[in-house]
């Protein structure tokens, strides 16, 4: 299995730009979920999914963010616009039901200047 | 809320000498509480999962305690290596994220193993 794929790996954009951030859940995972990770505040979980469905975002900082699950094998994390707090590492996890256990993507570094 | 205390400066120890690193929460009792591994530039990866009724749990040299008494989770790495060094996050699952795997992660603790 090719795990959970990130996309891109890395980003640099100008504030107030749109980011997009994708990810690809393992095959058969039913839980998906967003994080972003900061030095100073570790990761935080953003947004989750199950089957498809936006279960809570109250981790999502602002209407600035936005997430979507169109399909089982497809999400996006959106912002517009950005801005230089933004910048952060975003990882994407998924899990299959119930066995408790996160697989991570490698993460996509962005970077708003 | 939740809070979940690691310890926030690096743990550099000998090689061949046993790793201890440390998570303490301060509210509720987790059903279960995982501890996960990330090296620089790479993702979290699961090490090991404990559950509210065990009191320790081992995979080949890791081995986990839980404390609902104290509160407290110790991560032990025996015959510690240079591989080992890494990022060691402490998770627990939030009991108000439903039936689903809802994890809050502690900021970590960097395991330096020197040679």
């Known amino acids: 299995d090719a795990g959970v794929i990130q996309s891109p790996r890395h980003e640099v954009t100008e504030m107030g730009q749109e980011v997009t951030l994708r990810c690809k859940p393992i095959?058969?995972?039913?839980?998906l979920f967003w994080y972003r990770q900061t030095m100073m505040r570790g990761l935080e979980l953003l947004i989750y999914f199950n089957n498809n469905v936006p279960i809570d975002d109250s981790g999502m900082p602002e209407d600035r963010f936005s997430a979507k699950m169109p399909n089982a094998s497809f999400s996006t994390l959106k912002i517009q616009p950005s801005e230089p707090r933004d910048s952060a590492v975003y990882f994407c996890a998924s899990t299959p039901w119930g066995t408790g256990e996160l697989f991570f993507g490698e993460g996509s570094r962005l970077t708003v200047l | 809320s939740q809070k979940i205390e690691q310890n926030s400066e690096a743990l550099n120890i000998q090689e061949g000498k046993t790793a201890t690193l440390t998570c303490n929460y301060t509210n509720y009792s987790p059903a279960y509480l995982q501890w996960y591994r990330q090296d620089p530039g790479r993702g979290p990866v699961f090490l090991l999962l404990?559950?509210?009724?065990?009191k320790e749990k081992r995979k080949e040299r890791l081995k986990v305690t839980f404390d609902t008494t104290l509160k407290q989770s110790l991560f032990h790495i025996t015959a510690s290596q240079p591989a080992d060094s890494a990022t060691y996050l402490c998770?627990?699952?939030?009991?108000?994220?439903?039936?689903?795997?809802?994890?809050?992660f502690g900021t970590g603790t960097l395991l330096a193993v020197q040679p």
């Open positions: 404990i559950r509210e009724n065990e």
């Open positions: 095959s058969g995972h039913n839980s």
């Open positions: 998770a627990l699952d939030d009991p108000y994220g439903g039936a689903t795997n809802k994890l809050i």
